[in-house]
C-alpha cells in the first residue's frame, strides 16, 4: 500500500482475469476463446483502416457499427450502446444504473467481476444462492432490490435460463433494471433481445469476444430502451468519449455482417462441446448441461486441483476455480478437435484410458 492512494484503492479486491500463460506448445483451454479465427471479412475491413486515416479520432458515437447492430437485431440505433469489451460496457452499467440504496442481486456464483464493481462503485449487493443444480431460480429474486444481473448462459456453470423464466422475472420485477449477460448465448440459447420492447428495464449485453472470435479487439455492446442507452452514453461521455478505434470499429461491423461465417464456427463449436462431453463422460467426468462454449465438469474419483495440475504438465491449461461450492470443478473451453486430443492424451496418460 502506499500513502499516495485514494482510500477506495486499500479496500479493493481487483477482478482476477484467467492465466495467459507463456509456455511453449500450449493447449490453452482455460478462457473461454473461440477456437476458431475471426472472419476473413473483418480481418479485411481491418487491414482497409491501417493507412493516414489513423491520424483522426474515430466516430465517437460509433453510428455505423450501431446501425449494424440494430437491423441484425430488429431494433433502432438508439436502443444500441458500444464499448471498449463487455467489461466496460458492465463497469457503465454499474454506474449508470446500479448505484442505489436497495443491494444489486446475482448469483453467488457467477462472474466474478459483479462484486469487484459493487466494491468500486459502493454499490449494496446480495448473492443469490444457486439451486442444488447449480440454476438460477427466478422465484429467490423477488425481493427488494436496486437491480438485478445475471449472465445467460451463466459463467462458469454453463447453465442456460430460459426465456420463459426471463420472462417471468420481468413481470414481476417491474421497478428496477434487470441486466442479462449474454457473453455465451450464441452457443446454445435464446436471446432475450426479443423482449427489450416489452419490458423497459430491460438490459442485454453481449460480446464480439466469443462467438465472433474478436477478444483481442475489445468490443461490447448492450442492447435496451432509449432511456437505459441515455444513461450509459451520459456514463460513456463523462470517461471516455472514444471508447473503440477505427479497427475496432471496421472489424466489429465486418464481423456482424458476415452472418455464414459466424454460423459456421458457432456450429462448430457447438458440435465439438458435444464431442468433448461425450469423451469426459467415458472418462469418469460428469458435466453440467452447458449452452456456452465451455463445459463445467467433475470428476467421480478424482480431485479437480490434482487433474488440473496433471494437464499442466503436458502444457494443458484448464480453469480451476477455489470457491467452495465448486472446488472440485473444472471449466473446460471449447477448443478444437485437435486440442481435444491432446487433453484427452493428457488425461490418459496420468490416469488411465477407459
Same mark, same amino acid.
Not at 485514494?6 to 478462457?31: A, D, M, R
Not at 456464483?109 to 443469490?128: M, R
Not at 478424482?302 to 499442466?312: I, S
Given at each position: 500500500?502506499?500513502?499516495?492512494?485514494? +482510500?477506495?484503492?486499500?479496500?479493493? !479486491?481487483?477482478?482476477?482475469?484467467?492465466?495467459?500463460?507463456?509456455?511453449?506448445?500450449?493447449?490453452?483451454?482455460?478462457?473461454?476463446?473461440?477456437?476458431?479465427?475471426?472472419?476473413?471479412?473483418?480481418?479485411?475491413?481491418?487491414?482497409? $483502416?491501417?493507412?493516414?486515416?489513423?491520424?483522426?479520432?474515430? *466516430?465517437?458515437?460509433? *453510428?455505423?457499427?450501431?446501425?449494424?447492430?440494430?437491423?441484425?437485431?430488429?431494433?433502432?440505433? =438508439?436502443?444500441?450502446? $458500444?464499448?471498449?469489451?463487455? *467489461?466496460?460496457?458492465?463497469?457503465?452499467?454499474?454506474?449508470?444504473?446500479?448505484?442505489?440504496?436497495?443491494?444489486?442481486?446475482? +448469483?453467488? %456464483?457467477?462472474?466474478?467481476?459483479?462484486?469487484?464493481?459493487?466494491?468500486?462503485?459502493?454499490?449494496?449487493?446480495?448473492?443469490? +444462492?444457486?439451486?442444488?443444480?447449480?440454476?438460477?431460480?427466478?422465484?429467490?429474486?423477488?425481493?427488494?432490490?436496486?437491480?438485478?444481473?445475471?449472465?445467460?448462459?451463466?459463467?462458469?456453470?454453463?447453465?442456460?435460463?430460459?426465456?420463459?423464466?426471463?420472462?417471468?422475472?420481468?413481470?414481476?420485477?417491474?421497478?428496477?433494471?434487470?441486466?442479462?449477460?449474454?457473453?455465451?448465448?450464441?452457443?446454445?440459447?435464446?436471446?432475450?433481445?426479443?423482449? %427489450?420492447?416489452?419490458?423497459?428495464?430491460?438490459?442485454?449485453?453481449?460480446?464480439?469476444?466469443?462467438?465472433?472470435?474478436?477478444?483481442?479487439?475489445?468490443?461490447?455492446?448492450?442492447?435496451?430502451?432509449? !432511456?437505459? %442507452?441515455?444513461?450509459?452514453?451520459?456514463?460513456?461521455?463523462?470517461?471516455?468519449?472514444?471508447?473503440? &478505434?477505427?479497427?475496432?470499429?471496421?472489424?466489429?461491423?465486418?464481423?456482424?455482417? @458476415?452472418?455464414?461465417?459466424?454460423? =459456421?464456427?458457432?456450429?462448430?463449436?457447438?458440435?465439438?462441446? &458435444?464431442?468433448?462431453?461425450?469423451?469426459?463422460?467415458?472418462?469418469?467426468?460428469?458435466?453440467?448441461?452447458?449452452?456456452?462454449?465451455?463445459?463445467?465438469?467433475?470428476?467421480?474419483?478424482?480431485?479437480?486441483?490434482?487433474?488440473?495440475?496433471?494437464?499442466?504438465? @503436458?502444457?494443458? %491449461?484448464?480453469?480451476?476455480?477455489?470457491?467452495?461450492?465448486?472446488?472440485?470443478?473444472?471449466?473446460?473451453?471449447?477448443?478444437?478437435?485437435?486440442?481435444? !486430443?491432446?487433453?484427452?492424451?493428457?488425461? &490418459?496418460?496420468?490416469?488411465?484410458?477407459?
Amino acid at each position: 500500500m502506499s500513502r499516495f492512494w485514494s +482510500p477506495i484503492v486499500k479496500k479493493l !479486491e481487483p477482478y482476477v482475469p484467467g492465466e495467459q500463460p507463456k509456455l511453449q506448445n500450449l493447449t490453452k483451454l482455460n478462457t473461454n476463446e473461440n477456437p476458431f479465427g475471426p472472419s476473413p471479412k473483418a480481418l479485411e475491413a481491418m487491414k482497409q $483502416v491501417l493507412g493516414d486515416e489513423l491520424r483522426l479520432y474515430p *466516430d465517437p458515437n460509433a *453510428d455505423s457499427l450501431r446501425e449494424t447492430i440494430a437491423e441484425y437485431y430488429g431494433l433502432t440505433a =438508439q436502443q444500441v450502446f $458500444v464499448g471498449n469489451g463487455s *467489461d466496460e460496457v458492465l463497469a457503465h452499467v454499474f454506474h449508470a444504473l446500479f448505484q442505489h440504496n436497495h443491494p444489486l442481486l446475482f +448469483p453467488d %456464483i457467477t462472474y466474478s467481476f459483479y462484486p469487484v464493481y459493487c466494491q468500486l462503485y459502493g454499490i449494496p449487493y446480495e448473492q443469490i +444462492p444457486l439451486d442444488d443444480s447449480f440454476a438460477i431460480a427466478v422465484s429467490d429474486y423477488r425481493g427488494i432490490n436496486g437491480g438485478i444481473i445475471f449472465p445467460n448462459p451463466n459463467a462458469p456453470t454453463g447453465r442456460l435460463l430460459p426465456l420463459d423464466e426471463i420472462r417471468r422475472l420481468l413481470e414481476v420485477n417491474t421497478e428496477t433494471v434487470v441486466v442479462v449477460d449474454e457473453a455465451y448465448i450464441d452457443f446454445g440459447g435464446e436471446s432475450a433481445v426479443g423482449l %427489450i420492447d416489452q419490458f423497459p428495464n430491460l438490459l442485454v449485453t453481449q460480446t464480439l469476444s466469443k462467438s465472433r472470435s474478436l477478444a483481442g479487439l475489445r468490443v461490447g455492446l448492450a442492447l435496451g430502451s432509449p !432511456e437505459l %442507452i441515455e444513461a450509459l452514453e451520459r456514463v460513456k461521455n463523462s470517461f471516455n468519449s472514444y471508447p473503440l &478505434d477505427r479497427l475496432a470499429l471496421a472489424g466489429a461491423e465486418a464481423a456482424f455482417k @458476415d452472418q455464414a461465417y459466424f454460423e =459456421q464456427c458457432r456450429q462448430a463449436v457447438i458440435d465439438e462441446r &458435444d464431442r468433448l462431453r461425450v469423451a469426459l463422460n467415458k472418462r469418469g467426468f460428469e458435466s453440467l448441461p452447458s449452452a456456452a462454449n465451455f463445459l463445467f465438469c467433475r470428476h467421480r474419483d478424482l480431485a479437480a486441483e490434482t487433474v488440473a495440475a496433471a494437464l499442466r504438465e @503436458d502444457g494443458v %491449461i484448464v480453469r480451476h476455480f477455489r470457491h467452495s461450492r465448486i472446488e472440485n470443478y473444472l471449466r473446460i473451453t471449447v477448443g478444437t478437435a485437435e486440442q481435444h !486430443e491432446r487433453l484427452l492424451a493428457s488425461f &490418459d496418460r496420468h490416469f488411465g484410458a477407459k
